[in-house]
């Protein structure tokens, strides 16, 4: 999600925000009060309607009444208060099927009521073109730093299909164990589409052959 989130308060000037929007190039603009809690959202379309006045002469001529009244001042009156926003810890795979199933561009993120980010299409789409060496390594520290243990780990990733292989030791717990907190903890990991977590293996036992990193053997290199 994009943490920098440039937003507007109830009673900014709904000119004011049409210029952010037009410069900034935003199709919407969070709204949040005084304690950056979110009370609503406006959209391009909100801030269009009823801000071109009509012709008098023209609904004249069609039998209209001339009258104009003043449009909305404030964003308050155009916002729209009913805003759909995910929470902080939500899912991406939530947040991408609320953008296929609502037709949604973008929401907000909050964090107990208060706006913490926004989300948007792009921002998803940026997870599916990360390459397996980017999600490798972000996996591989996360995986060391939960653990404590370094050099240790193989792990690979192919397509977004991550592997993960102790290679030595054991878990200061079960395996059972082990394994589940390692699949929780690769999931978070943007790119990463499936995980699958192999029994440890010591590379003092494994036969005749020696043990050699998974990532090795799928990119073909021989010991």
Same mark, same amino acid.
């Given at each position: 999600?994009?943490?920098?989130?440039?937003?507007?308060?109830?009673?900014?000037?709904v000119?004011?925000?049409?210029?952010?929007?037009?410069a900034?190039?935003?199709?919407?603009?969070?709204? %949040?009060?005084?304690?950056? !809690? =979110? @009370?609503g +959202? &406006?959209?391009?379309? $909100? *801030?269009?309607?009823?801000?071109?006045?009509? /012709?008098?002469?023209?609904?004249?001529?069609?039998?209209?009444?001339?009258?104009?009244?003043?449009?909305?001042?404030?964003?308050?009156?155009?916002?729209?208060?009913?805003?759909?926003?995910?929470?902080?810890?939500?899912?991406?795979?939530?947040?991408?099927?609320?953008?296929?199933?609502?037709?949604?561009?973008?929401?907000? %993120?909050?964090?107990?009521? !208060? =706006? @913490?980010? +926004? &989300?948007?299409?792009? $921002? *998803?789409l940026s997870?599916?073109?990360?390459? /397996?060496?980017?999600?490798?390594?972000?996996?591989?520290?996360?995986?060391?730093?939960?653990?404590?243990?370094?050099?240790?780990?193989?792990?690979?990733?192919?397509?977004?299909?991550?592997?993960?292989?102790?290679?030595?030791?054991?878990?200061?717990?079960?395996?059972?164990?082990?394994?589940?907190?390692?699949?929780?903890?690769?999931?978070t990991?943007?790119?990463?589409?499936?995980?699958?977590?192999?029994?440890?293996?010591?590379?003092?036992?494994?036969?005749?052959?020696?043990?050699?990193?998974?990532?090795?053997?799928?990119?073909?290199?021989?010991?």
């Amino acid at each position: 999600m994009t943490r920098e989130v440039v937003t507007v308060g109830p009673h900014t000037a709904v000119r004011y925000a049409a210029e952010v929007m037009a410069a900034r190039g935003f199709a919407a603009l969070p709204v %949040v009060d005084a304690d950056d !809690r =979110l @009370v609503g +959202i &406006v959209a391009e379309a $909100d *801030l269009l309607r009823s801000r071109i006045p009509e /012709d008098p002469r023209l609904h004249l001529r069609r039998g209209g009444d001339p009258g104009v009244e003043p449009p909305p001042a404030l964003v308050h009156e155009v916002m729209t208060r009913d805003v759909r926003a995910v929470d902080v810890t939500a899912d991406v795979a939530d947040v991408a099927r609320l953008f296929v199933d609502q037709g949604l561009r973008s929401v907000p %993120v909050t964090d107990g009521g !208060r =706006l @913490v980010g +926004i &989300v948007s299409r792009r $921002d *998803l789409l940026s997870l599916l073109v990360r390459s /397996d060496d980017d999600v490798r390594r972000e996996l591989l520290r996360l995986v060391e730093g939960y653990t404590g243990e370094l050099d240790v780990w193989d792990v690979a990733v192919r397509d977004g299909a991550a592997t993960i292989r102790r290679l030595r030791g054991g878990p200061q717990g079960s395996e059972e164990v082990e394994r589940r907190a390692l699949t929780a903890l690769a999931l978070t990991v943007g790119g990463v589409a499936d995980v699958r977590v192999l029994p440890p293996q010591d590379a003092g036992t494994a036969g005749d052959e020696p043990v050699r990193p998974l990532s090795d053997r799928a990119a073909g290199v021989r010991p």
